[in-house]
């Protein structure tokens, strides 16, 4: 059974360009996340898809951030202006359902110079 | 932000050796869960708690869900190199969100 997979691996921009990364969860997962993980800290949640509804986004900078999954299956989160500060990795993990175990992509490194 | 406290945050030890990390949090869980993250990669689970007072193993992974749901432990016995990374602990209430710790890094050396 394939993982969680993540596209791209890394990716370096300038601030204020956008940057877009890519989610496929594991087949027959009905519930995506996306985390932040900056250097030296553990992930933090940004948002929760059940199925092709964001129900937890509490966490997500909305100014600048956004996400969709509209087919209930990939993912993608988009940041329009990156800044310097969203230098960090980018994880996407997925569970049958919210109550199960989450199994993680190897995440995005985005680098904003 | 973060509310678990994991400790050490780093260690550095001969292999062979034995491992001791744990976390803490000012609220309870009822559910711990020990994720291990390689280089470049993401979190991988190790072992999932789901009752105050267990004890689980998994191989040369011990972990165990405190009596008071505010803390737990992962021990790591006879530790070998590829047991380098990033231990991470995450804590969940009901079907809350997980919250993580900031994560032991281990180091062995042969």
């Known amino acids: 059974e394939a993982g969680v997979v993540q596209s791209p691996r890394y990716k370096i921009i300038e601030k204020k360009q956008p940057v877009a990364f890519w989610c496929n969860p594991i087949?027959?997962?009905?519930?995506l996340y996306w985390y932040l993980q900056n250097l030296g800290q553990g992930p933090e949640l940004l948002i929760r898809?059940?199925?092709?509804?964001?129900?937890?986004d509490s966490q997500l900078p909305k100014d600048r951030f956004s996400a969709e999954r509209l087919k209930g299956v990939d993912s993608t989160l988009k940041i329009q202006p990156a800044e310097l500060g969203d230098s960090a990795v980018y994880l996407c993990?997925?569970?049958?359902?919210?109550?199960?175990?989450?199994?993680f992509g190897p995440g995005t490194r985005l680098l904003v110079l | 932000g973060q509310q678990l406290n994991q400790s050490p945050q780093s260690m550095f030890i001969q292999e062979g050796e034995d491992v001791s990390m744990n976390c803490t949090s000012s609220?309870?869980?009822?559910?711990w869960l020990w994720y291990k993250q390689d280089p470049g990669e993401g979190p991988v689970l190790l072992i999932a708690?789901?009752?105050?007072?267990e004890l689980t193993s998994n191989g040369r992974l011990t972990a165990q869900f405190g009596i008071t749901r505010k803390d737990s432990f992962l021990n790591i016995s006879a530790s070998i190199p590829s047991d380098v990374g990033i231990y991470f602990c995450?804590?969940?209430?009901?079907?809350?969100?997980?919250?993580f710790g900031a994560g032991t890094r281990l180091t062995v050396k042969p």
């Open positions: 609220s309870i869980f009822n559910t």
């Open positions: 087949s027959g997962h009905n519930t």
């Open positions: 995450a804590g969940r209430y009901n079907n809350n969100d997980m919250r």
């Open positions: 993990a997925s569970s049958r359902d919210h109550k199960e175990t989450q199994y």
């Open positions: 898809y059940e199925n092709e509804e964001a129900v937890d």
């Open positions: 708690l789901y009752k105050a007072g």
